[in-house]
């Protein structure tokens, strides 16, 4: 430890308090429990401060890992994303100094509260600012910025006031007329349908979402991270007939979920054009999206449903069980799960992804965080692999991101450790997706994570060579000419990736090896595991009802 590091923990002259412990103990103070940030400089004194107030500090391999492994913890503790930036010494501000940016302005594009204290006794309040703006209204990430001389820097102690901990968020509420509509819209229902969406996750809203489906026997689907709110082998999801769903449903009910890509904008052809949406949203600026909704209830997903709940008990009603719309929901999902089944029933080598999922699956523990990433890795895994808890899927989402699953892992295993010691971290990987962040394995080691990652490894993005084509093809140039963009070197060994560190790797070909693997893994309660699954290169997914579905969104 260099002797500044040591000043900044003893804090210099008697009475005095650095930069550093006023960060950390205002973050404290408004019960921030867990820090992410990089091994090494120039984060150490505020890293030090954190770990003395009692923040847990977990270093990373790089920032862009770090913050995904922060804004997971958001997710499932309810506190979001805060960011810590360093900035250039104000002494040196427009000289050219050293990684010198208007770092406040960039940041305030990407975030609810961007600020730079202008004091080392402003720290608290901007912080208490930064943590309230990022969990009232809808969630998102705050920046505060700090100047490298304010690190160091000892002021008076009785100088510094930390500002109490900001209160919980309200709880907001939607208009009572419009919850008396929403209901009166869901009894005239013809095929109406629910769809479960991340901020439903968010808001806690799982016991009286379940309630207000099973009361009034509605068939329901979740968005990717809206999963696990209601169990997935609940009688009433219909996510294997999903599109049938969206397409034929004439009243919708959204409960915080958005009507962007991922629901393909509420619009025809996947849904009917004079659809009835009820949107359900904490955000008013989401009311109205893309579509002109029946009703909209702005407010708490949780509280909102409790009012509409309230409607169905004054005057009990529910859809129909023997109904046209459940018949044929029920015949599609059968289906199309048998399509399924009879995928991952192929015993043909190399395998496919429904073989690799259907043997996952079968030995997946039933509280266990399912973290994934990926194209076809991602979004077929997320149709076979079950969540039965509400906020225990984290995958790339809406946005897509390659790179975020090791640090999502990490996240749900520091969580687990805290809240739930021996829950099961299992990160499901493509081969490409797993390149994003592959360095945090040796993160995962060192805070000795026993997260099992998988590899589904095809040889590329959603497509690679065979071993054999690929020498082929190095006949015909050098590989910066032939080589096709989606192709990853083939037979790649990541499992050495994770032995490198002192983990176990295994390398499986075959499903015996596979679910041996597993076996093996999910019985070690304290090693880090990766199994690098070899699947067929040119597989892709079922057919689909629309074409789109399976088009690029690389
Ligand atoms: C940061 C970032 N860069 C690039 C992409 C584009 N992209 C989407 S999926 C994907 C990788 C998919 O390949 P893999 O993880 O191997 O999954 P597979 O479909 O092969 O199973 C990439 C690079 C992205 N989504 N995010
Ligand atoms: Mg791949």
Redesign the pocket.
């Known amino acids: 430890m260099s002797e500044s590091n040591l000043a900044a923990l003893s804090d210099g002259l008697e009475g005095q308090v650095s930069g550093a412990r006023v960060i950390a103990q205002a973050l404290k103070t408004q019960d921030v429990n867990y820090m992410f940030g990089i091994v090494g400089i120039p984060v150490t004194e505020i890293a030090l401060a954190a770990q003395e107030v009692g923040i847990r500090y977990i270093g990373m391999r790089n920032e862009q890992a770090a913050c995904y492994a922060a804004s997971a913890v958001g997710y499932l503790t309810g506190r979001p994303l805060i960011v810590i930036g360093g900035s250039s010494e104000r002494s040196q501000e427009t000289m050219g100094a050293f990684q010198e940016f208007p770092q406040v302005e960039a940041c305030r594009l990407y975030s609810k509260f961007s600020a730079r204290p202008s004091s080392i006794e402003a720290i608290p309040s901007i912080i208490e600012k930064a943590v309230r703006s990022s969990i009232y209204g809808r969630p998102g990430a705050c920046y505060v910025d700090i100047p490298a001389d304010f690190v160091s820097l000892q002021v008076n102690v009785s100088s510094v006031k930390y500002v109490e901990c900001c209160m919980p968020p309200p709880i907001s509420m939607a208009e009572t007329s419009a919850v008396r509509m929403a209901a009166s819209v869901i009894r005239n229902a013809k095929q109406p349908l629910v769809i479960i969406g991340k901020g439903a996750a968010y808001a806690h809203a799982e016991e009286s979402i379940r309630k207000l489906v099973e009361q009034c026997k509605l068939p329901f689907l979740p968005t990717p991270m809206g999963k696990g709110v209601i169990r997935d082998n609940h009688p009433n999801c219909v996510a294997a007939a999903r599109s049938r769903a969206l397409q034929f449903a004439d009243v919708i009910v959204l409960l915080g979920a958005r009507l962007n890509w991922i629901l393909h904008f509420g619009l025809p052809p996947r849904y009917q054009p004079d659809v009835k949406f009820i949107q359900v949203d904490i955000c008013a600026e989401e009311l109205g999206n893309n579509v002109r909704p029946a009703v909209t209830l702005l407010g708490d997903v949780n509280a909102v449903t409790k009012q509409l709940l309230e409607q169905f008990d004054k005057t009990p009603w529910q859809y129909p069980p023997e109904s046209e719309w459940w018949k044929v929901l029920r015949e599609k999902m059968k289906s199309n799960e048998a399509l399924s089944k009879e995928l991952a029933s192929k015993k043909s080598l190399p395998m496919n992804?429904y073989t690799v999922f259907y043997h996952v699956q079968e030995q997946l523990p039933r509280e266990c965080f399912v973290v994934s990433?990926?194209?076809?890795?991602?979004d077929i895994g997320r149709t076979v692999l079950q969540n039965y808890l509400p906020r225990h899927r984290l995958d790339?989402g809406t946005f897509?991101?390659?790179?975020v699953g090791l640090g999502f892992a990490i996240a749900a295993a520091i969580v687990a450790k805290d809240r739930n010691p021996g829950q099961r971290v299992i990160c499901v990987?493509?081969?490409?997706?797993?390149g994003?962040s592959g360095m945090e394995v040796e993160t995962i080691c060192r805070y000795n994570l026993p997260i099992v990652l998988l590899v589904?490894n095809?040889n590329?993005?959603?497509?690679?060579f065979d071993t054999d084509s690929w020498k082929e093809m190095l006949k015909f140039g050098d590989a910066t000419t032939v080589a096709p963009p989606m192709c990853?070197l083939p037979h790649s060994h990541y499992e050495h990736v994770m032995t490198a560190f002192g983990g176990k790797g295994y390398f499986v070909q075959t499903p015996e090896e596979l679910q041996k693997s597993l076996r093996q893994s999910l019985a070690d309660t304290t090693n880090p595991s990766l199994i690098n699954i070899m699947i067929e290169p040119q597989g892709t997914r079922k057919a689909q009802d629309f074409h789109w579905l399976t088009r690029s969104?690389?």
Do not use: C, H, P, R
């Not at 897509?400 to 790179?403: A, D, P, S």
């Not at 590329?460 to 690679?464: D, E, R």
């Open positions: 992804y990433e990926g194209a076809n890795t991602m790339a897509g991101t390659m790179g990987e493509g081969d490409s997706a797993f994003f589904v095809n590329g993005i959603y497509q690679g990853l969104n690389l």
